[in-house]
């Protein structure tokens, strides 16, 4: 009777045993680990798009100097052929004016709209690296109620082989850890550009008072 009980326990730890395996397909941490991966491929991208929105924006400013210099120098331009009587030239200069400053005015605008833009990508893209840490945290967390949970069971086949079956449900609390991961709103990390402006504000208010 005691060896028929022995191999029924056997029969039941093997059949476990199976079972886990096929959860360890599906494996949370697993699946983490792609979701981070993704994560910090998608977060890589916007970095460059960030870099190019950068670069773009000195080009404005490259390109508004040139309209500047130019508009300055038709301006004078426009003055002398007037004063010489040159109706023509005068009439060329004004046109040539007219169109520097046109220029002008629609890079300034979009220079304004340009940096605003380029706040705005850099504080998100400052979140995602915060949330790409986050999810490496939990997978740290994770990992270790993983190997807990495997520490228990193995311990379990030989202390308490009727907790066996009780222990399996952890994997899938953790999947559910997983899955909640998801759906919890993200505390908005507060370490941007914003934040550091301001204490470069609060550097250069003490500066000037210790002149003053």
Known sequence: MTTLWQRLKFAVATDMDALLDKKEEKNPI?????????????????GKWLERQTSLHAKLEKELQEAQIFLEKRQAQAELAQSAGESDLSQFAEQEVAAYSSRIDELRKTLDENAAESVALEQ???????????????????????????????????LSPELVAERIGSFDDMASYIKSLGNKVEERHERSTMERRLEALEKNSAKSKEIV
């Open 30 to 46: 697993s699946l983490l680990n792609k979701y981070i991966q993704e994560a910090e491929k998608e977060t890589e991208t916007a």
């Open 124 to 158: 998100r893209y400052e979140e995602m690296k915060h949330k790409v840490k986050d999810m490496k945290v939990r997978q740290l967390q994770l990992m270790g109620k993983e190997n807990a949970t495997r520490a228990h069971y193995q311990m379990d086949k030989i």
